[in-house]
Nanobody
Framework: QVQLVESGGGLVQPGGSLRLSCAASGNIFRINAMGWYRQATGNQRELVARIRSGGSTNYADSVKGRFFISRDNAKNTAYLQMNSLKPEDTAVYYC??????????????WGQGTLVTVSS
């Protein structure tokens, strides 16, 4: 079993910054990629940013130049630095990890979500 624990959400004013963390633990053999997704009320869940084990990244167009994803492979932890936040960034942010478990089965795990609210 694999668990993802997110932290760092909260209330921030427009233009402010937040840093989200996601720590993966459990029966992990290898994590190939970690990503952050978000879901605003009434919307579908969408990819925000993703980072692969080799360090390559991709971002949603709406966050490019404002959000930055990073990863500590040794700790199986991913971070999302969010700058210049806008009200439209308000959403529940979910962490995702894909890879292989110690039983050599496919791993696709999700965190419980952390709420980010951007409001004055």
């Amino acid at each position: 079993q694999v668990q993802l624990v997110e932290s760092g959400g909260g209330l921030v004013q427009p233009g402010g910054s937040l840093r989200l963390s996601c720590a993966a633990s459990g029966n992990i053999f290898r994590i190939n990629a970690m990503g952050w997704y978000r879901q605003a009320t009434g919307n579908q869940r969408e990819l925000v940013a993703r980072i692969r084990s080799g360090g390559s990244t991709n971002y949603a167009d709406s966050v490019k130049g404002r959000f930055f994803i990073s990863r500590d492979n040794a700790k199986n932890t991913a971070y999302l630095q969010m700058n210049s936040l806008k009200p439209e960034d308000t959403a529940v942010y979910y962490c995702n990890a894909v890879g292989v478990t110690t039983a050599l089965r496919s791993l696709d795990a999700w965190g419980q979500g952390t709420l980010v609210t951007v409001s004055s």
